[in-house]
C-alpha cells in the first residue's frame, strides 16, 4: 500500500466514525477542495476559484455545501456556545488564543478515502524527532480545590447540581505531530480518534465519547460521565470494572447528563420518540474505564443542522446540569479558553448524515506549544484530591507517550 502523508486523518477502533462494527478503519484525507472558517471576523469560503465572505448561519452554510455533493471535516469549538446560548459567552482576557469558532474542510470524493487501520499504520513512517513534550498544567491541586468549593457553593445555593471543571496542560510543541497522533492512539485505541490540519495548527484528539449521530431521522447521543482506571492484575481489573459499575455517585452524575441531553434531544425530536437504549455500560479502555449510557430519538419533520446544535450545545457531559448556569459557573472559574476541547469534531455526509464526537482528550498544537484539557464533573459529594486524580488519570495515555519519547 503506498500512502502519502496525510494532511488530515481519521481512526476509528470500531463503533465509531465509520460504522465499521468491530473493525478498525482509518480515514484519510487529503488537500480539500473547499475549506470554511468561522470566527469574530465572519464566515470566510476559501475554494479554488477564489474567497467570499458571507454573512448568513455559518451551520446553514455547512449543511448546504456537504449537500452539493462534499464530505465535510472539522470542528465546532466550545466557545461557539454564545451562539447556542443567549446571555452566555466566554469572557475576554482568558488564558490562550481564540481560535476561529467553526472550521470545515470540504472534500470531494477523490480526496479521501478509508482503509483497514493497520495498513495505514504500516504505510505511514515511524518518526522520531528526539525528547518528547512533558506538559506543565495550569491549575495545580490547591487551586483545584479551591474551585471545586466555589462550585460546591453553588450546588448548596440551588443553582446546579453539576459543574464540569479543567485544567489545561501545555506540552512543547510537537515536532512531528501526525507521527504523535499516531502513538497516541497506539496508547489508548479508541472509536473518535481525529488528527486534522489546518493553517497554523493541528487538532489532535483521542476521544472516546460520541456526542451526536445523525442516521436518516434517527439521532443518537452517549455521554460520558463516571472514570476508575486499570489494573495490571486481571481479578483487581474486573473489580475495578464492577465498583464503577455500581458506584452511587458516578450513577447519579451520569444520570444527570442522561436527563440533560433528553431534554436537549425533546427539543427536536418528535414527541415520545426518546428512548435510553443502554444505562451505565462500562467500557474498558487502555488506561481506564469509562461508564457511558444511549439516549435515542427521532428528529421531527424539517429539523436541520443549526436547530439541532442550538439545541444541543455544548455536550451536557462537559458542562454540567441545568446547562446555563454551569456553562456561567465554568467561565467564571476557569482561566483558560477552552477552544474546540470540549466542542465538537464533526464528519458530514452529502446525504445528511452526521457523527460528531465530544472533543474531550483532544489538543491543539501550533509553533506557540501544545495545549491539551482534561477535566471532570463535580458534585455534592466530590473529593477534591479524587478529582484531581481522575485529571491525571484522564491524562495519562497523553503523557505516557511523552515520556516514551524521551527514552
Not at 489538543?363 to 477534591?384: L, Q, Y
Request: with cysteine.
Amino acid at each position: 500500500m503506498k500512502l502519502d502523508r496525510p494532511k488530515s486523518l481519521l481512526i476509528d477502533s470500531g463503533g465509531g466514525w465509520f460504522d465499521s462494527g468491530s473493525s478498525a478503519t482509518a480515514g484519510i484525507f487529503g488537500d480539500p477542495a473547499v475549506t470554511l472558517c468561522f470566527s469574530s471576523d465572519g464566515t470566510k469560503v476559501v475554494s479554488r476559484s477564489g474567497e467570499k465572505t458571507f454573512s448568513e448561519d455559518p451551520l446553514g452554510l455547512v449543511e448546504k455545501l456537504a449537500a452539493e455533493g462534499y464530505t465535510a471535516l472539522g470542528y465546532i469549538s466550545y466557545d461557539y456556545l454564545s451562539y447556542t446560548t443567549p446571555g452566555v459567552a466566554t469572557s475576554d482576557a482568558k488564558q490562550g488564543e481564540m481560535l476561529p469558532f467553526l472550521f470545515f474542510h470540504f472534500y470531494e470524493k477523490d480526496d479521501f478515502y478509508t482503509a483497514p487501520l493497520e495498513e495505514v499504520l504500516s504505510a505511514l513512517p515511524q518518526e522520531r524527532t528526539g525528547p518528547g513534550p512533558l506538559p506543565r498544567s495550569n491549575i495545580e491541586m490547591e487551586e483545584y480545590a479551591r474551585k471545586i468549593s466555589a462550585i460546591k457553593e453553588h450546588i448548596a445555593a440551588g443553582d446546579v447540581y453539576q459543574v464540569n471543571l479543567s485544567r489545561k496542560f501545555r506540552f512543547e510543541p510537537l515536532g512531528e505531530p501526525l507521527s504523535w497522533f499516531l502513538d497516541f492512539y497506539r496508547a489508548q485505541p479508541v472509536p473518535f480518534a481525529a488528527f486534522i490540519g489546518f493553517p497554523g495548527f493541528e487538532l489532535v484528539s483521542g476521544s472516546m465519547e460520541l456526542f451526536l449521530k445523525k442516521r436518516g431521522d434517527s439521532i443518537t447521543t452517549r455521554p460520558i460521565k463516571g472514570t476508575v482506571r486499570r489494573d495490571s492484575d486481571p481479578r483487581r481489573d474486573r473489580q475495578l470494572a464492577e465498583t464503577l459499575g455500581n458506584n452511587p455517585k458516578e450513577r447519579a452524575e451520569n444520570l444527570m447528563i442522561v436527563d440533560l441531553m433528553r431534554n436537549d434531544l425533546g427539543r427536536i425530536c418528535g414527541y415520545g420518540s426518546i428512548g435510553v437504549r443502554e444505562l451505565f455500560a462500562v467500557r474498558p479502555y487502555s488506561t481506564l474505564f469509562q461508564m457511558e449510557s444511549e439516549i435515542e430519538g427521532r428528529l421531527r419533520p424539517g429539523v436541520g443542522l443549526s436547530q439541532i446544535i442550538a439545541s444541543t450545545f455544548p455536550p451536557g457531559s462537559v458542562t454540567g446540569a441545568p446547562k446555563r448556569e454551569a456553562l456561567r459557573i465554568i467561565d467564571s472559574l476557569e482561566p483558560h479558553l477552552r477552544g474546540p476541547y470540549c466542542g465538537a469534531i464533526c464528519l458530514f455526509s452529502p446525504s445528511g448524515d452526521f457523527t460528531m464526537s465530544v472533543a474531550i482528550r483532544t489538543g491543539v498544537n501550533s509553533p506557540e506549544g501544545a495545549d491539551f484539557w482534561f477535566g471532570g464533573g463535580i458534585v455534592w459529594d466530590s473529593k477534591a484530591d479524587e478529582e484531581y486524580g481522575e485529571t491525571e488519570l484522564k491524562a495519562k495515555a497523553l503523557t505516557s507517550v511523552a515520556s516514551r519519547r524521551m527514552l
